[in-house]
């Protein structure tokens, strides 16, 4: 997928988000979303406002009884739209892949049904969700106290344990997307434990090679650095003490992390004890998509649906 | 095994009024400095014996120490310094003081962590413990209802099974010496449920089923478990996850240094979470304090280690 459409000017915010979201509908009329296991008081919740905005157009699939109730009791309208009535969990994530392979949506959203199983079903070839050479990835996307730019993290979600070659489409993909938000050169971060490169720290040494490949312009219109630990990353004065010489530190727009405990616990730490507003989606197949947490709030889950169709809109 | 009876310790300020009591009623500590010659480590050798903490020995190239002892406007007949000028042989110095019971804590300065480590754990020391080193971390997040501890995220790079259980159970005695005599342990996945797919959740399982047994004493451990679940709880949506450590969380445990100092430093720069590190492991403890870390962060880890270093004493006379 080509983005031909890159915003002219930088997103900063959510709020920006919303407008733009809003400003792009009006223009080219709502997006058609799949809600996998639809029966789910946390999904209509999600849904309700982005109906009533306009912005979604829903695909409902799951137990159709149970949805039809959720969605009276949320207060959500679903006459309108089309319900595929599927009792099993496995059958629902099919149904909803297919509409993605045959086109019939633009964005899949995950309610009801285990996480596990959805990407099980969307990552098999044979499913054709995903291409022979695409990886699915997580990007989560914060807007921090403090910063006066949006931080790209990835893979905090999908890919457990990514090698060399795997960090590097999770690196580009993640990069793709921050383009997508405005950020023509984005600074990427490979973060690590520690700055200096060290022969019995894996991840430090791969952070090494991996940012030498974007000195040698492998990886696009893009500036890596790596290791650098997050600290670092982030805030210019741990940048300062730390004396660490680096075009990335203090200013990462992309934090790539080394397996997916680190940024799963990364982003709910952030959004366990901060005001950071995020949202999140699964790229690299035919649709975004959206596999909201647990414990996700449903700004966060809004938040990630608003992603979503922005990225659909620019890439267009 | 001897468990504190006082009170748990649960913010950071407690952690710092404990250690200073202790000191007060029982005499100052003194810190081994393992080469002292560096700027930021003599400010924390001040600021302990200041605060009345710790004095400490400083070990090192003499000229140079008071040098620096000069331009930070430190008093040269306050310190103690002991000339070594040779790095390896001040470090040795450091580490005998210590072994003779010269010095409750071993504080690295400017020597290679590697270097001191080989010694700690050389036979030609007594301080070498049964397992191996590990880091435990101590956190004061603003939000969270009490100290949250977490290891390993300063020394051990990714742990196999049999060392993640060292590092928990030395994690365990930190937590016993702030007075947590059973603490609730979460072992840390990105998932709440067993995943195949995903080595982190079934070491998580195996070691939970060890703490059902018996096989982890003096802690309830409990996973594979999300960070939000450990520290938040179970959502009301959520059905049959019966778990005696969701949302009540002393202690976290995750598999590689990375993960632990990418949480570290997201509580730290992100919320601005108080910190303090201590190694443990071995007969004493070993505070490393680093460049980058705040004032009130070293203190936290020196006070830290004055209480893991009572803590170890007084299990070892039991």
Not at chain 1, 25 to 39: D, E, S, V, Y
Not at chain 1, 139 to 156: I, K, P, Q, T, Y
Not at chain 1, 258 to 272: F, S
């Amino acid at each position: 997928m080509n983005a031909k459409h890159l915003p002219s000017q930088l997103i900063t915010s959510f709020k920006q988000i919303k407008e733009l979201v809003l400003t792009s509908t009006a223009k080219n009329g709502p997006q058609r979303m799949a809600i996998t296991g639809a029966h789910d008081a946390a999904a209509m919740a999600v849904l309700a406002p982005l109906v009533k905005d306009g912005l979604i157009y829903p695909t409902l699939i799951g137990d159709g009884r149970r949805i039809r109730s959720k969605a009276e009791s949320a207060g959500v309208s679903i006459s309108s739209y089309p319900v595929i009535d599927v009792k099993d969990e496995h059958d629902a994530c099919a149904a909803a892949a297919e509409l993605a392979v045959r086109g019939e949506t633009d964005i899949l959203y995950r309610g009801k049904v285990p996480a596990y199983d959805m990407l099980k079903v969307l990552c098999t070839r044979a499913t054709g969700f995903r291409q022979t050479q695409d990886l699915l990835t997580h990007v989560a996307v914060f807007e921090m106290d403090g910063m006066n730019r949006l931080v790209f993290v990835s893979d905090g979600g999908v890919v457990v344990a990514p090698d060399l070659d795997m960090k590097i489409r999770i690196l580009n993909q993640a990069v793709q997307i921050a383009r997508q938000f405005g950020v023509t050169r984005p600074k990427v971060a490979l973060l690590a434990a520690v700055e200096t490169v060290a022969s019995y720290l894996p991840v430090a040494m791969e952070g090494a090679a991996i940012a030498k490949m974007g000195d040698r312009g492998q990886l696009g219109n893009a500036i890596v650095d790596g290791p650098l630990s997050l600290d670092v990353a982030l805030s210019p004065e741990s940048a300062e003490v730390k004396r660490v010489n680096s075009l990335v530190a203090g200013s990462a727009d992309v934090l790539i992390v080394p397996q997916i405990e680190a940024g799963n616990v990364m982003y709910k730490a952030v959004m366990t004890f901060t005001n950071a507003k995020m949202g999140g989606i699964v790229v690299g197949g035919k649709t975004p998509v959206i596999i909201p947490g647990l414990f996700d709030r449903s700004e966060t889950r809004i938040y990630s649906v608003l992603l979503a169709i922005w990225l659909n809109h620019t890439m267009k | 095994m001897y468990i504190s009876d006082f009170r748990p310790i649960r913010h950071a300020d407690q952690l710092m009024q404990r250690a200073i009591e202790l000191t007060q009623a029982t005499g100052i500590r003194t810190l081994s400095v393992a080469v002292a010659q560096n700027e930021e480590v003599l400010e924390a050798a001040r600021d302990a014996q200041q605060q009345g903490l710790a004095r400490s020995i400083l070990v090192g190239d003499e000229q140079k120490i008071h040098e620096l002892m000069d331009s930070l406007g430190m008093s040269r007949g306050d310190y103690e310094v002991l000339h070594e000028p040779d790095i390896d042989a001040a470090a040795s110095k450091a580490v005998r003081l210590a072994d003779d019971g010269h010095a409750d804590v071993l504080m690295k300065g400017v020597v290679p962590t590697a270097t001191l480590l080989r010694l700690v754990l050389s036979r030609e020391f007594r301080l070498r413990g049964r397992s191996i080193l590990s880091h435990t971390a101590i956190l004061d997040v603003p939000g969270y209802h009490k100290l949250l501890g977490l290891t390993d995220a300063g020394m051990v790079p990714k742990s196999d099974l049999r060392q993640r259980i060292d590092i928990l159970r030395n994690a365990v005695t930190v937590m016993h010496a702030l007075g947590i005599s059973r603490p609730k342990v979460a072992m840390i996945a990105a998932v709440d449920h067993i995943n195949l797919a995903m080595p982190v959740s079934m070491e998580a399982a195996i070691i939970a089923k060890m703490s059902e047994r018996g096989q982890i004493e003096g802690a309830i451990v409990d996973g594979p478990m999300s960070f939000d679940m450990a520290t938040c709880g179970t959502p009301a949506d959520i059905e049959d996850y019966n778990s005696p450590v969701a949302g009540d969380a002393d202690l976290l445990v995750v598999d590689t240094l990375e993960t632990g100092n990418i949480l570290v430093k997201s509580l730290s720069v992100l919320t601005r979470a108080v910190f303090g590190g201590v190694i443990v492991g071995a007969r004493i403890p070993l505070s490393l304090v680093s460049r980058s870390d705040s004032a009130q962060n070293k203190m936290t880890s020196i006070a830290l280690s004055i209480l893991v270093a009572d803590h170890l004493k007084l299990g070892a006379a039991k």
